[in-house]
């Protein structure tokens, strides 16, 4: 069984429509057109499982950079979360972290030897 990518998808396409599209290549077992869970609207992608992988292949082949209700698809086969490539380094925005990172405790005094606290102490001494 093949998981395929599809992007680049209408925001108006249901699962249906987009499970009729690869249908024509063979036999589907799943298309899920994926959704964001605030406002409940497509998110532009979606995923088909076909259960043979000729069939899978040809319909990659076939959609990848067609014309699905005006906009051009992107289609490929999926890759699972271990084999895609790592993002940023572990800080969750892509940007490498700065500054002091040790943790305050309630009610701890910041360190003197800098920021705001340590130039108002050297001023007031």
């Known amino acids: 069984m093949i998981n395929i990518y599809v ?3 209408p925001y108006s396409v249901k ?4 499970r009729e599209a690869f249908e024509a290549y063979g036999d589907v077992a799943s298309a899920e057109v994926i959704f964001d869970r605030r406002t409940k609207r497509s998110r532009g992608y979606g995923f088909v ?11 990659i082949s076939s959609l990848n950079g067609s014309d699905f209700q005006g906009r051009e698809l992107r289609v490929d086969e999926s890759q699972a979360k271990e084999q895609k490539p790592e ?3 572990g800080g969750g925005n892509g940007r ?3 500054g ?7 009610g701890e005094q ?11 102490k050297k001023l007031f001494g």
Not at 15 to 18: F, K, V
Not at 49 to 59: G, K, P, T
Not at 100 to 106: A, H, I, V
């Open 7 to 9: 992007g680049n998808l």
């Open 15 to 18: 699962s249906e429509e987009l």
């Open 49 to 59: 499982e076909m259960n043979n992988d000729d069939d899978a292949r040809e319909a």
């Open 87 to 89: 993002r940023g380094n």
């Open 96 to 98: 490498p972290r700065t």
């Open 100 to 106: 002091n990172t040790t943790r305050q405790q309630p």
């Open 110 to 120: 910041p360190p003197a030897s800098g920021g705001l606290f340590g130039f108002v």
